[in-house]
């Protein structure tokens, strides 16, 4: 149902919903709180010093608010709080001066400090909490409150609401979980802790086993009829491939290399894993996948997550493939129509062997020949849908996944462990260890000195910040827009600087990607959008500024842009702020070691305060706190799919529609 139909939405609460993605009353029912407060008002004796408590209290005196500068004031009143006189300072709130009436009850959040008798208070609130309140606190844009939220979402709770359960019933059963629509109000509205907690496991459960659902479905479906293609190719041609390339391959990309060659040439349709740190070698290995599938006279297609990606992919494969007869095509979204139509045409002619692209591979128009493997260069991302609807372009193709996924080995094998896996744990030789050093903001001359220094030695730089602009300087946060103009005061303009972000039109962007790659420009500002792939080998420095806004695995794969030949590289992640995870990054290059801290740090967290850090984007699970719970999901979803095959999932219709997502069928 629209959520237009909502009482209380109008055309400013219509903006701010669609914002955050959300259309339809079903989606508004389903954006969970990501966190809660737990509010217990307390009698002002029992606070204690440094604690932010909540206590209560009548106003006493009339509020008086002095302006300390522009962005700055200050409001102070007296409340009587059970019988004791206390004086209240809360900052920037002076918009509440008109609620605060003389006499009116009211909660204050903040600290105590008894020597002063000062109450420095961070909110106010108005609603009376009598002792205890739990209070979802939900992602919101500018405008939107979510105390306003919450009334909305309470709204679409009278409305006729049409919601598919992921829990088969027999599941439901078995581990009594509440009903869906019960599990979903007590997420907004939840009425104590342990409801609460019963209602967030279940919406992990179901989270978890949908996502186990989709890596296996397919893996079951083909090994129903997993007859692989006949193909038929010299081994010596291999190796002389291998020979014509620039380096020596490492021991376990030869092993990958040979696992590939094995599934191909055997009858059974290959499902295999490449698992590696970034700049560990797997698109090489790719390639001479691809030059297998080519000898034996198929097509072969490769996705790549972004369109940087895509095209740094483009470039590199067809220079790999350049000494042979191999043609290697492109297909992004931002192509013309008239060039993307000249692709399908060689395509379905066959003229293109190899076709490199985004998920524009999978729209109707791509139409292969004779489609032989299929390859997607993941990263870090789980592309469970996309992935397969390539798969579908040929009916008996091979399966090729490259990861270089920024969880544990365990867990990466959990999640991807239904697969033949080939793991490359070593670097190509002649790398050093990436330098990394936090620096504080104070002391960013050192970088500076040391950024000249790597420039005069015709290297170059990438500098990453979180934001692109912030227009009203309302952040803290160092910017694209105002780091280039920083950087040309402090280079005297003698150095080419030029920034790239995901705002700029594509031809922008591809120029100056062309001009960064042959080297004309010396200093590459962007905000993480070159975290994915970029190889530039040149670079040879990574400037990260607010680097404690990142999580590891970003960090990591931002770093792993460089050091990528044997020349030292170096790391800076400029921080004011002492956060443990970067010390990580001081301590080891090792994408695997990185992830084992990630979790450590982020810890199993206390069931309710867990923010996402990383990457992987449940909204509610998180798989090291709930491994236990993916295991299970794994095997039920594992049962489910074995019992349910062959009928088509007729008895699931809302499985049905998970399937034709993943399957790609109108
Ligand atoms: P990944 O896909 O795992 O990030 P790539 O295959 O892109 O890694 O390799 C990273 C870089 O190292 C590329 O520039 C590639 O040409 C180079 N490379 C790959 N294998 C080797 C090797 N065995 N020796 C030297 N350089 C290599
Ligand atoms: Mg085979």
């Known amino acids: 149902?629209?959520?237009?139909?909502?009482?209380?939405?109008?055309?400013?609460?219509?903006?701010?919903?669609?914002?955050?993605?959300?259309?339809?009353?079903?989606?508004?029912?389903?954006?969970?709180?990501?966190?809660?407060?737990?509010?217990?008002?307390?009698?002002?004796?029992?606070?204690?010093?440094?604690?932010?408590?909540?206590?209560?209290?009548?106003?006493?005196?009339?509020?008086?608010?002095?302006?300390?500068?522009?962005?700055?004031?200050?409001?102070?009143?007296?409340?009587?709080?059970?019988?004791?006189?206390?004086?209240?300072?809360?900052?920037?709130?002076?918009?509440?001066?008109?609620?605060l009436k003389l006499g009116r009850l009211i909660n204050l959040i903040g600290k105590y400090d008894r020597q002063k008798n000062t109450f420095t208070a961070s909110d106010i609130k108005f609603e009376i909490i009598r002792n205890f309140k739990i209070e979802p606190v939900y992602h919101l844009v500018k405008g939107l409150t979510s105390k306003g939220l919450s009334k909305l979402i309470d709204e679409c709770f009278n409305m006729p609401i049409d919601i598919d359960d992921f829990i088969p019933h027999y599941l439901v059963d078995k581990y009594e979980f509440m009903n869906k629509l019960q599990a979903a109000y007590n997420l907004h509205f939840p009425e104590d802790i342990s409801t609460l907690k019963k209602a967030r496991l279940r919406a992990i459960y179901e989270e978890l086993f949908i996502f186990m659902f989709k890596m296996n479905y397919l893996k079951h479906k083909y090994d129903l009829n997993n007859q692989g293609l006949n193909r038929q190719v010299e081994k010596s041609k291999v190796d002389d491939f291998i020979s014509s390339l620039p380096f020596t391959l490492t021991p376990d990309q030869l092993t990958a290399v040979s696992?590939?060659?094995?599934?191909?040439?055997?009858?059974?349709?290959?499902?295999?894993?490449?698992?590696?740190?970034?700049?560990?070698?797997?698109?090489?290995?790719?390639?001479?996948?691809?030059?297998?599938?080519?000898?034996?006279?198929?097509?072969?297609?490769?996705?790549?997550?972004?369109?940087?990606?895509?095209?740094?992919?483009?470039?590199?494969?067809?220079?790999?493939?350049?000494?042979?007869?191999?043609?290697?095509?492109?297909?992004?979204?931002?192509?013309?129509?008239?060039?993307?139509?000249?692709?399908?045409?060689?395509l379905a002619e066959g003229n293109i062997d190899i076709l490199i692209g985004t998920h524009a591979l999978i729209s109707d128009g791509v139409k292969f020949n004779n489609l032989g493997l299929v390859i997607t260069d993941e990263q870090h991302r789980f592309g469970v849908n996309q992935r397969s609807n390539l798969q579908n372009k040929g009916l008996m193709s091979d399966v090729l996944y490259l990861s270089a996924t920024p969880i544990p080995r365990t867990y990466a094998l959990t999640i991807y462990g239904d697969m033949d896996t080939s793991i490359i744990k070593t670097k190509p030789n002649g790398r050093k260890e990436i330098i990394t050093k936090v620096v504080k903001e104070k002391d960013l001359k050192e970088v500076l000195y040391h950024m000249l220094e790597e420039i005069k030695q015709g290297h170059q730089?990438?500098?990453v910040a979180p934001l692109i602009e912030d227009e009203n300087g309302e952040s803290n946060l160092n910017d694209v827009v105002k780091l280039k103009e920083k950087f040309n005061i402090a280079f005297n303009n003698s150095i080419r600087v030029e920034i790239?972000?995901?705002?700029?039109?594509?031809?922008?962007?591809?120029?100056?990607?062309?001009?960064?790659?042959?080297?004309?420009?010396?200093?590459?500002?962007?905000?993480?959008?070159?975290?994915?792939?970029?190889?530039?080998?040149?670079?040879?420095?990574m400037v990260i500024f607010n680097a404690e806004r990142f999580g590891l695995s970003t960090l990591h794969q931002l770093r792993g842009r460089v050091g990528r030949n044997s020349v030292q590289s170096y790391c800076y992640l400029i921080s004011n702020m002492d956060v443990p995870r970067l010390k990580v990054m001081e301590e080891s290059n090792d994408g695997f070691y990185i992830s084992e801290k990630d979790?450590?740090?982020?810890?199993?967290?206390?069931?309710?305060?867990?923010?996402?850090?990383?990457?992987?984007?449940?909204?509610?699970?998180?798989?090291?706190?709930?491994?236990?719970?993916?295991?299970?999901?794994?095997?039920?979803?594992n049962e489910f799919i074995t019992n349910n095959l062959v009928d088509n999932f007729n008895l699931y219709p809302e499985f049905r529609k998970i399937i034709k997502e993943l399957e790609f069928i109108d």
């Open 1 to 99: 149902m629209d959520i237009n139909l909502v009482k209380g939405v109008g055309s400013k609460a219509f903006e701010y919903l669609s914002k955050l993605d959300l259309y339809k009353v079903e989606d508004l029912i389903l954006y969970y709180p990501y966190r809660y407060n737990f509010i217990k008002v307390i009698p002002l004796t029992e606070a204690l010093e440094d604690e932010t408590v909540t206590i209560k209290g009548i106003v006493d005196t009339e509020p008086r608010v002095s302006y300390i500068n522009k962005s700055l004031n200050k409001m102070t009143f007296r409340i009587n709080s059970g019988g004791y006189l206390v004086n209240v300072t809360i900052f920037n709130r002076n918009f509440y001066k008109n609620n």
């Open 259 to 346: 696992d590939i060659y094995n599934d191909l040439l055997s009858p059974k349709r290959m499902n295999r894993l490449i698992l590696g740190d970034v700049g560990s070698g797997k698109t090489c290995v790719a390639s001479i996948g691809m030059y297998i599938n080519y000898l034996s006279g198929y097509q072969s297609s490769l996705m790549a997550p972004t369109e940087i990606l895509a095209r740094q992919h483009y470039a590199s494969i067809t220079d790999t493939f350049k000494n042979t007869n191999i043609k290697v095509g492109l297909l992004v979204g931002s192509m013309k129509k008239s060039e993307k139509n000249k692709v399908y045409q060689e």
């Open 461 to 463: 730089i990438y500098v």
């Open 500 to 541: 790239l972000h995901g705002k700029m039109k594509n031809a922008d962007k591809d120029a100056i990607m062309e001009d960064y790659k042959n080297g004309k420009i010396k200093v590459l500002i962007s905000t993480t959008v070159i975290e994915v792939g970029v190889d530039v080998k040149n670079s040879t420095m």
């Open 599 to 637: 979790f450590e740090l982020r810890g199993e967290g206390d069931l309710f305060g867990t923010k996402q850090s990383g990457d992987m984007v449940f909204k509610l699970a998180d798989i090291r706190r709930d491994y236990k719970i993916l295991l299970q999901c794994k095997k039920d979803a």
